[in-house]
C-alpha cells in the first residue's frame, strides 16, 4: 500500500521524553546524575555580564585624556555603589565650590580606563541565570559546565500553535467538553497558579480574568488571532515564539478560530486532571520546526500502555487523520481520502506532492504533503 509521508502532531498517553536543559554560556551544573527533580529545580546556573554605560569623564572634568588615570578614585576592576564619586578634578584656588565631580548612576564595576580618548565604561553587575529542570522526572546527563538532560515518562500533547514562556502547575479542566467556549465566566478563583484546559475557543474576555486570577496557562482548540494580536500589540508573523512575557502561556491544540479540540486531547487532558503538568508555549512554523507542547508525568504502570513507536516515520495511510498547517484549510482536521503519487502544480507554479483529503463536512481538497500533519493516534 502506498505511503504519504508527513509530519507528525503527537497525542501520546504515555512515552519517554528526554528535555535539554542547557546554559546559555559556561558555568555550574548543580544537579548529579540519577537525581530525581521537580519541575521547578534548579540543575544549571551562571552569571551574564551586566550591560555597560560609557562615561566621558574628561569632558566632564575638563582635563587631557592623558590624565585620566590621574584623576579616577575607582581603577579598573573596582567596584562603586550608586552616588559614589568615581572621579574628580582638582579643587579651582583650593575652593571645593569649583570642584567637578563624576558620581556613580547605579551600583557596578569599572571595566575600562582609556587614556586615548578618556572615556570610562562602566559596567552593571551580573546577572544570575538560573535554568530549571522544567518537568518532573531524574537526570540521564550531565554535561559539565553546560547543564543536563532530564527524563521523564508521562502523557505527551503537542500544540498547533503558542505564546509565552516555559511553566508548570496542576491541570484543571474549566469545561465540560472539547466543543464548550472558555469564557471568563469559567476562569474561577481557585484556577490561582494552575494550568486550565478550555474546549473549542479561548475568548478575549477569558484571557483578561485568566491573568487576573493568576492562571499560570491555558491549553484550548484554539483562539482568535485578532485578538492575539490585540494583546501583544503586533503581528507575530513567522518569528519564534516563547520569550513573551505575558504572565500566562497559551498553547492551541487545533489553531485559529473556532475549532473544537480533538476529542483524544481533550480526554486525555480529563484524565490527566489534577496531575502536575509542564507546557511551553514556544512555536516555530517553518524551517527548524518546533511545536508548543503539555508534558504530563505518570509513573509507568501496568494499566498504562506505553507508546511503541520508533523513531522512523511509518508514514500517512488512507483513512489517517491529519490537520491542514496552511491556509486556506489552516487548522482543519480532515482523513486522508487518496494519495497521488504524481507530482502536481501548485499556485506557485511549482510541482509538489500532494494528497486528497476529507473533512468531517463531507467535503474533499488536495493539499500539497507539506501543508499537513499527521495526528498520530
Known amino acids: 500500500m502506498a505511503h504519504a509521508y508527513v509530519p507528525g502532531l503527537r497525542v501520546t498517553e504515555l512515552t519517554t521524553l528526554r528535555r535539554e536543559r542547557l ?26 555580564p551586566g550591560p555597560v554605560k560609557t562615561v566621558n569623564v574628561v569632558n566632564l572634568l575638563g582635563i587631557d585624556p592623558s590624565q585620566v588615570d590621574d584623576f579616577m578614585l575607582k581603577k579598573t576592576g ?3 555603589k550608586a552616588g559614589e564619586v568615581i572621579a574628580q578634578n582638582r579643587p579651582l584656588l583650593g575652593l571645593r565650590l569649583f570642584q567637578s565631580r563624576v558620581v556613580a548612576e547605579f551600583d557596578g ?4 580606563v582609556s587614556k586615548v580618548t578618556g572615556q570610562v565604561i562602566l559596567r552593571h553587575p551580573p546577572r544570575r541565570v538560573q535554568i530549571q529542570a522544567y518537568i518532573d522526572g531524574k537526570i540521564a546527563e550531565v554535561r559539565p559546565q553546560e547543564g543536563a538532560i532530564v527524563e521523564t515518562t508521562g502523557s ?14 496542576e491541570l484543571a479542566v474549566a469545561v465540560d467538553g472539547p466543543t464548550d467556549v472558555l469564557d471568563a465566566e469559567h476562569v474561577k478563583a481557585e484556577y490561582i497558579n494552575k494550568i486550565i484546559v478550555g474546549g473549542r475557543l479561548f475568548t478575549a474576555r477569558a484571557f483578561d480574568r485568566a491573568k487576573q486570577v493568576g492562571v499560570k496557562a491555558v491549553i484550548v482548540g484554539g483562539f482568535h488571532d485578532k485578538n492575539l494580536k490585540d494583546i501583544l500589540g503586533y503581528d507575530l508573523g513567522v518569528a519564534i515564539t516563547g520569550a513573551e512575557e505575558l504572565g500566562l502561556t497559551l498553547v492551541m491544540t487545533e489553531g485559529f478560530g ?3 479540540m480533538a476529542e483524544k486531547t481533550f480526554t486525555l487532558l480529563k484524565k490527566r486532571e489534577g496531575m502536575r503538568a509542564s507546557i511551553s508555549g514556544a512555536t516555530q512554523i517553518r524551517a527548524g520546526v518546533i511545536r508548543p507542547e503539555v508534558i504530563v508525568p ?18 500517512t495511510e488512507l483513512g489517517d487523520p491529519v490537520r ?33 483529503v476529507e473533512f468531517p463536512d463531507g467535503a474533499a481538497a488536495v493539499v500539497p504533503r507539506a501543508n499537513v500533519e499527521m495526528i498520530e493516534e
Open 23 to 48: 546554559l546559555p554560556l559556561k558555568g555550574d551544573v548543580v544537579v548529579e546524575l540519577g537525581q530525581v527533580v521537580r519541575a521547578e529545580d534548579v540543575v544549571a546556573q551562571t552569571e551574564l
Open 78 to 80: 573596582d567596584s562603586f
Open 109 to 112: 564595576t569599572v571595566d575600562n
Open 156 to 169: 505527551f500533547i503537542q500544540g498547533i500553535f503558542g505564546i509565552g514562556q516555559e511553566t508548570f502547575g
Open 258 to 260: 473556532e475549532i473544537a
Open 298 to 315: 505518570v509513573p509507568e504502570t501496568a494499566g498504562v500502555a506505553r507508546e511503541r513507536r520508533g523513531h522512523e516515520n511509518v508514514g
Open 324 to 356: 491542514c498547517i496552511r491556509e486556506p484549510y489552516f487548522g482543519r482536521l480532515a482523513r486522508v481520502k487518496r494519495l497521488i503519487p504524481e507530482l502536481q502544480v501548485v499556485d506557485s507554479g511549482t510541482k509538489v506532492r500532494v494528497l486528497e
